[in-house]
């Protein structure tokens, strides 16, 4: 049996693991270890499983995770989500389908914040949601940009999504972070253009609130400048050179620390919960880490990504065929994986043969996350919508009702992206 055909097997071996409710760590670490033994023998496939996760997770660059994933945490414990959700309301309640339109906005900037589409879904169901009922917006749309708008936290930076990517692919996450704002601001733009001619369309989808007045609007921000103030300078500082992204990830972290206790937003013991669940995300995610570490080995010593370039590389397709295909590949894993796997499971394989034909890694990147936050939203098993479910008791057919029009604007952005690549390039071939 050839190495590439081994390979193969091992990558339906690990589908049906994860199908079977695997966890995906384990089932990384499983199917690499029991395809080098094969592939090689006992002895290398020990001696990988032992030294593979150190050698390559021994580094001061993955101290960005926690970093960040402090920071998200911290936030979480905060009225931050509350205070921003208020201000954007404010400002934009009186237009047509507006609550939903400063939904979106709120999990924007709450993504920017703390980088997580679950925290950004768990905060808005529990804010937002309740707020469109009580104006009468129709309840299947309201869920609809509700979900819809937390996986913007994948795009706009900190993104756990970029930051998984930058160390499976070895490329710079500052540059991956920066690729996300523009595509993250696109998308909150033509999401709003969107909720307002379904609106126009349709009265009944969202009513126009009340309107508020400038007092009220100019005092709701007084509350949110800090945590705007930080955000600026965690993503103005990447970009224009001052610190590099773990730095970032530290100021980050004790700025969202010191902002909770001066301003009372958060007690000791919510504090202390953060410190607790950031050190639970942080020993999975590390975990997940070591294991593809090990399946990466497998599947470089399978040569199935050269065999992969080598069968792309011979194609005499237009490059946004292959794009096409990458969106149709990840719609259909989107709809029985979550983000995060569906990352760890593709980059080994398709990264290297994308990459030898001409693919810019980080528009690729870019390009990538957008996918996954796609698939976080795509039925049947979009993660964000059981999220939203499970937090507001709300049928998940309801939720996957609403979305639809927002994964059609998705798709729309995606094209965007191949027609107009430096939606992604711009900004990251512009940093200091």
């Given at each position: 049996m050839s190495s590439e055909l081994i390979g193969i097997l091992g990558i339906v071996v690990l589908l049906i693991l994860l199908a079977l409710k695997m966890w995906v760590g384990a089932a990384l670490a499983v199917v690499g270890f029991v395809g080098i033994w094969i592939l090689k023998n006992f002895s290398v496939a020990m001696t990988i499983l032992g030294t593979a996760?150190?050698?390559?997770?021994?580094?001061?660059?993955?101290?960005?995770i926690p970093l960040f994933t402090l920071m998200g945490c911290v936030i979480a414990e905060t009225t931050m989500g509350v205070d921003l959700y208020a201000a954007v309301r404010h400002w934009l309640g009186h237009f047509r389908g507006g609550l939903s339109s400063a939904t979106v906005v709120a999990c924007g900037i709450l993504g920017a914040i703390c980088g997580s589409a679950n925290t950004g879904v768990m905060i808005m169901s529990r804010i937002a949601l309740p707020e469109m009922e009580a104006n009468n917006y129709d309840e299947s749309f309201a869920c609809g940009s509700t979900a819809a708008g937390a996986p913007l936290a994948l795009l706009i930076p900190p993104s756990m999504g970029f930051m998984m990517y930058g160390i499976i692919t070895e490329n710079s996450i500052s540059k991956l972070f920066m690729s996300g704002?523009?595509?993250?601001?696109?998308?909150?733009?033509?999401?709003?253009?969107?909720?307002?001619?379904?609106?126009r369309i349709n009265p009944k989808f969202g009513p126009q609130g009340p309107k508020a007045t400038w007092k009220q609007r100019f005092k709701s921000l007084l509350r949110v400048i800090p945590i705007i103030l930080l955000m600026v300078l965690v993503l103005g500082g990447i970009y224009l050179g001052w610190f590099t992204t773990t730095e970032a990830g530290?100021?980050?972290?004790?700025?969202?620390?010191?902002?909770?206790i001066i301003f009372r937003q958060c007690k000791v013991k919510n504090l202390w919960k953060a410190f607790k669940d950031t050190a639970v995300l942080i020993g999975m995610i590390f975990f997940l880490?070591?294991?593809t570490y090990i399946f990466v080995q497998f599947m470089t010593m399978s040569h199935l990504p050269t065999m992969l370039a080598n069968f792309i590389m011979g194609l005499t397709v237009p490059k946004w065929v292959l794009s096409v295909a990458l969106i149709i590949l990840y719609l259909v894993l989107g709809m029985f994986l979550p983000e995060?796997?569906?990352?760890?499971?593709?980059m080994p394989v398709l990264y290297p043969a994308l990459t030898a034909i001409g693919?810019?890694?980080?528009?690729?990147?870019?390009?990538?996350?957008?996918?996954?936050?796609?698939?976080s939203i795509s039925p049947p098993v979009g993660m964000t919508v059981y999220t939203m479910s499970g937090v507001t008791r709300k049928p998940v057919e309801k939720i996957f009702k609403g979305v639809i029009p927002f994964i059609i604007m998705d798709v729309a952005i995606l094209a965007l992206m191949i027609i107009f690549p430096q939606l992604a390039t711009y900004i990251p071939n512009h940093m200091h």
């Open positions: 996760p150190f050698n390559n997770i021994n580094s001061y660059s993955f101290t960005v704002i523009g595509v993250g601001v696109a998308q909150i733009i033509l999401y709003c253009i969107l909720i307002w001619f379904l609106c530290a100021i980050g972290a004790f700025g969202a620390i010191v902002i909770s880490l070591a294991s995060v796997p569906m990352l760890v499971l593709t693919y810019d890694p980080i528009w690729l990147g870019c390009f990538v996350v957008k996918l996954m936050a796609l698939g």
